[in-house]
């Protein structure tokens, strides 16, 4: 298996992973001016990008990923949500469905709350294990933080939401699996996030101030009084990123 993570300078972080030995990878999360570095890893490790994966209709930057898709001849994917709101072609994932490139396995997880498409990725390697190894866990919870919640809804209502999908879906994965968010330090899309990459669903367990809230309501309150500034240019953006402009 190969893997890589590749960071921006507004904290934003990107995904590149999959099987050598049969030369399929996946790419997640793709900045928009990234392309080319995506084009140059896959032809380094001699593989195919085979599918390309946005964890949500991104607010905070524009995305690289139907433009990739489109360069290398590979689905663009967004969470099935997105069927019939977005204006160009895209291939809908379901919550549950598992995508095989090779030795590497991808199980989707849908994760609502940041937004209603939110969604993770569960990643095994079989040659190691059918066990998972790590979750891309988009803007979902990052390290010592979680989504902000007024992108999709009613802040309220979204924070519940976001409480219901690290509750019912990320905190019943393994204490030692790694996580690796969409965002660091330095992004608005969620408040005191780590500069730190990267973390184990254990030690968020411990030092995640959000996920040592076990009361739903006392998480919502919590979460709604700590949402950051909107971007400023959030409506250019997302609507960029549906395709309704250039």
């Not at 590979?74 to 099935?80: R, S, T």
């Not at 095989?100 to 997880?109: F, S, Y």
């Not at 999908?165 to 608005?188: M, N, Q, R």
């Not at 919590?222 to 250039?246: Q, S, Y």
Request: proline residues 5%; aromatic residues 8%; charged residues 20%.
């Amino acid at each position: 298996m190969f893997f890589k993570q590749r960071s921006n300078s507004d904290g934003t972080l990107s995904y590149f992973y999959g099987c050598g030995g049969k030369g399929l990878g996946v790419a997640v999360d793709v900045v928009a001016g990234d392309e080319g570095w995506f084009v140059e890893e896959a032809q380094k490790a001699a593989v195919r990008i085979a599918f390309v994966i946005d964890t949500h209709i991104h607010a905070d930057h524009f995305s690289g990923g139907r433009a990739l898709a489109e360069m290398v001849g590979a689905p663009y994917c967004l969470h099935e949500s997105d069927e019939g709101k977005v204006h160009f072609p895209m291939r809908g994932l379901k919550d549950g469905e598992v995508l095989e490139t090779g030795n590497v396995i991808t199980k989707v997880l849908h994760t609502p709350g940041h937004t209603l498409d939110s969604i993770c990725l569960l990643v095994s390697d079989l040659r190691r294990s059918a066990d998972p190894w790590f979750v891309l866990t988009g803007d979902t919870l990052f390290v010592s933080g979680v989504g902000r919640p007024d992108l999709g809804g009613s802040p309220e209502e979204m924070a519940g939401r976001i409480f219901d999908s690290i509750h019912d879906k990320l905190l019943t994965l393994p204490d030692d699996l790694e996580i690796f968010p969409g965002h660091a330090a330095g992004s608005v899309c969620g408040a005191g996030l780590s500069g730190k990459p990267s973390s184990t669903i254990g030690f968020e367990k411990r030092w995640d101030p959000y996920l040592s809230i076990a009361d739903r309501q006392v998480f919502i309150a919590n979460l709604v009084a700590e949402i950051p500034e909107r971007p400023a240019e959030m409506a250019r953006i997302v609507a960029a990123n549906l395709g309704k402009a250039a």
